[in-house]
């Protein structure tokens, strides 16, 4: 068990719609990243916060955006969702930054029908 | 950006034998690389990483070494047994930069079944 944790683990949902994935990460972590992974593209870096705020951009839609609270755990919000936005989706948290070890949670598998 | 290639994309090696996954990226002031190991139904898992100022790194069963010239790196896993059966993830990064351009690059993956 890594320590980090997402909610919900399955996600099926329509075209169209919107969802929002839950992340807290180890205990205290401050940065916290969010990955996807497909099986064509591997796993592909969107967005990294820290302490609160946006430290780094990856492969991110415009679509798709994340928040960290004070309490430090974050959501990553996927709107006008499409078929190809089926994936896994993980978080990851470290101590303060890419310099730091990554500790994966268990992932949520978005489905979009 | 950084590309990260990674082959095979599945390997299959008999119980107690050795497996070799392999890693070459493209940016040369990248200077980490950590493999990453996923079980099913889990997130991926640091399981080694090296930096570029060492050539090779051992863990016990594992070891990673690194070709700064050839921009290479693998992975090594001796004495294989059943519970390695996962898929391995290459990484690189440049830590240190001042350009925010840390992010880990992910290779594709390899399915690594070992066959009892």
């Known amino acids: 068990d890594s320590g980090v944790t997402q909610t919900p683990k399955h996600l099926i949902t329509a075209t169209g719609q919107r969802v929002t994935l839950r992340c807290s990460p180890r205990?205290?972590?401050?940065?916290v990243y969010w990955y996807q992974q497909s099986l064509d593209q591997g796993l592909q870096f969107l967005i990294q916060y820290y302490n609160g705020e946006e430290r780094a951009k990856g492969n991110i839609l415009e679509r798709f955006s994340a928040q960290q609270f004070p309490d430090l755990h974050s959501e990553l919000n996927l709107s006008s969702l499409e078929l190809g936005d089926s994936a896994l989706y993980f978080c990851?948290?470290?101590?303060?930054?890419?310099?730091?070890?990554?500790?994966f949670g268990p992932g949520t598998r978005l489905t979009v029908l | 950006g950084e590309n990260v290639e990674q082959h095979p994309s599945t390997l299959s090696v008999q119980e107690g034998d050795s497996a070799v996954i392999k890693c070459t990226y493209s940016d040369s002031a990248s200077n980490y690389f950590p493999w990453y190991k996923q079980e099913l139904g889990k997130g991926p898992q640091l399981i080694i990483d090296?930096?570029?100022?060492?050539g090779e790194k051992k863990d016990q069963r594992i070891a990673v070494t690194l070709n700064k010239t050839a921009k290479h790196f693998s992975l090594h896993i001796t004495e294989t047994q059943p519970e390695d059966s996962a898929v391995y993830f290459c990484a690189a990064s440049i830590r240190g930069s001042n350009f925010g351009n840390e992010k880990l690059t992910f290779g594709t993956g390899t399915r690594l079944t070992i066959i009892p």
């Open positions: 990851a948290s470290s101590v303060e930054g890419w310099a730091d070890t990554q500790y």
């Open positions: 090296i930096r570029s100022n060492v």
């Open positions: 205990s205290g972590d401050l940065s």
